[in-house]
């Protein structure tokens, strides 16, 4: 089945701290993890994205760590931000043939920075 | 602007009374698709399209149809409503085969009574 397990649900950080929003998966076909951001009344944006032929991506304040061998991927907010709060879904991306892919979502992560 | 439409944003009915809800994008892209958002379960897709007249089942399709007469527009129908469909409705666009990036409408919020 594909299955893409989030964790925490929520998150509450202090301004200026890291927040950290963990994914694991087990179909080894994954091959695209992006992860999106939702603020509230909005619909889910793309914020960054990985391949697994890399371990890390970075832009800006915003990271991932990429473990392929424990089918694992995080993503890492420095110096976290109030404007940052919102709900982060991870996502794996696997090809189903004949040019189609299909994309799974994590149950998402629900981060609230305090001042 | 490239983007995805959806409407209405709020809608509120009784069990049993059809409704669709509409979604229109602007970017000529191939694939579209639906998801319902619920808390703890994130984004599960309901249907999806690969092109006008190709649509299939994604993961939680029941009590739903949806049609694609046109390119850019993709609309979600509920025939017969129940209070379980109560949710966080989006659509979604991407290019050809559903590659990588997915845009987001801005969310219908149904509530079934």
């Known amino acids: 089945q594909q299955q893409v397990k989030q964790s925490p649900q929520s998150l509450i950080v202090q301004k200026g701290g890291i927040s950290i929003i963990n994914c694991a998966y087990e179909n080894t076909a994954f091959d695209y993890f992006p992860w999106y951001q939702q603020f509230p009344g909005k619909g889910p944006a793309l914020l960054i994205a990985i391949r697994p032929d890399v371990s890390e991506k970075k832009e800006g304040r915003f990271t991932i760590s990429f473990n392929k061998s424990a089918k694992q991927f995080s993503l890492h907010i420095m110096d976290s931000q109030p404007g940052d709060s919102a709900t982060y879904f991870c996502a794996a991306s696997i090809a189903l043939g004949t040019g189609r892919r299909a994309l799974t979502f994590g149950s998402g992560t629900r981060l609230q920075v305090q001042p | ?113």
């Open chain 2, 1 to 113: 602007e490239a983007q995805v439409t959806q409407n209405p944003r709020y809608l509120i009915t009784v069990t049993g009374k059809k409704l669709t809800v509409t979604c229109s994008q602007n970017m000529n892209h191939e694939y579209m698709s639906w998801y319902r958002q619920d808390p703890g379960l994130g984004l599960r897709q309901i249907y999806y399209s690969m092109n006008v007249e190709v649509t299939d089942k994604g993961d939680v399709p029941e009590g739903y149809k949806v049609s694609r007469k046109e390119k850019r527009n993709f609309p979600l129908i509920l025939e017969s409503p129940s209070p379980n469909q109560t949710s966080l409705y989006f659509c979604a666009s991407s290019p050809y085969g559903g590659t990588t990036e997915a845009f987001f409408g801005q969310g219908t919020r149904l509530t079934v009574v």
